[in-house]
């Protein structure tokens, strides 16, 4: 838990300035505490700070993203980790790929909530449970497609009377 809380800021908004970050009304400590936890740029040789990475839901691939207190509040990239053989990620994703964005727009908020919300999206019926990603891989920025299974969409009183709640359900058992 010490090592989380040396990495402790609160984040308001970021302001990119060449290399230099700025989080404006960061604290004395904050400004400390990002120096030693700095925001990597994974397309420039950046090494993650932290062993912990996520999962990215049904795509079957984990990702490293930077983070204070488990707060992703300023990530920008997804560094994947690791791919299951056989997942959707599968011979799409790689180790050391660098997810960008979504669709053909890199993140301008929060990569693991965009992230998450892309999923939602891609896996509605008039989607068809496509992904559509923007990959970065040794210099090269490329969109791919992730096939997802497509579960439909969320019920109003979600989880309730659900049936998209009651096949995540069925899957995770």
Same mark, same amino acid.
């Given at each position: 838990?010490?090592?989380? @809380?040396?990495?402790? !800021?609160?984040?308001?908004?970021?302001?990119t300035?060449?290399?230099a970050?700025?989080?404006?009304?960061?604290?004395?400590?904050?400004k400390?505490d990002?120096?030693?936890?700095?925001?990597?740029?994974?397309?420039?040789?950046? #090494?993650?700070?932290?062993?912990?990475?996520?999962?990215?839901?049904p795509?079957?691939?984990?990702?490293?993203?930077?983070?204070?207190?488990?707060?992703?509040?300023?990530?920008?990239?997804?560094?994947?980790? #690791?791919?299951? #053989?056989?997942s959707? @990620?599968?011979g !799409?994703? @790689?180790?050391?790929?660098?997810?960008?964005?979504?669709?053909?727009?890199? *993140?301008?908020?929060?990569a693991?909530?965009? *992230?998450?919300? /892309?999923?939602?999206? /891609?896996?509605? =019926?008039?989607n068809?449970?496509?992904l559509?990603?923007?990959?970065?891989?040794?210099?090269? =920025?490329?969109?791919?497609?992730?096939?997802? #299974?497509?579960?439909?969409?969320y @019920?109003?009183? /979600?989880?309730?009377?659900?049936?998209?709640?009651?096949?995540?359900?069925?899957?995770?058992c």
């Amino acid at each position: 838990m010490k090592k989380f @809380a040396t990495c402790f !800021v609160m984040m308001v908004a970021l302001v990119t300035l060449g290399d230099a970050v700025e989080i404006p009304g960061l604290t004395a400590r904050g400004k400390r505490d990002l120096k030693k936890c700095p925001i990597p740029d994974f397309t420039k040789g950046d #090494k993650p700070n932290k062993n912990h990475d996520w999962n990215l839901g049904p795509t079957g691939a984990r990702g490293w993203m930077w983070g204070m207190l488990l707060r992703t509040d300023s990530a920008r990239q997804i560094l994947i980790t #690791k791919v299951e #053989k056989g997942s959707p @990620a599968d011979g !799409v994703l @790689a180790v050391g790929d660098v997810i960008m964005g979504v669709g053909d727009k890199a *993140f301008d908020s929060d990569a693991r909530i965009a *992230f998450g919300s /892309a999923i939602t999206d /891609a896996e509605k =019926t008039v989607n068809r449970g496509r992904l559509k990603l923007l990959r970065w891989r040794e210099g090269e =920025t490329e969109t791919v497609t992730l096939q997802l #299974k497509v579960m439909g969409s969320y @019920a109003r009183l /979600a989880p309730m009377q659900c049936a998209k709640s009651r096949k995540i359900l069925d899957d995770a058992c």
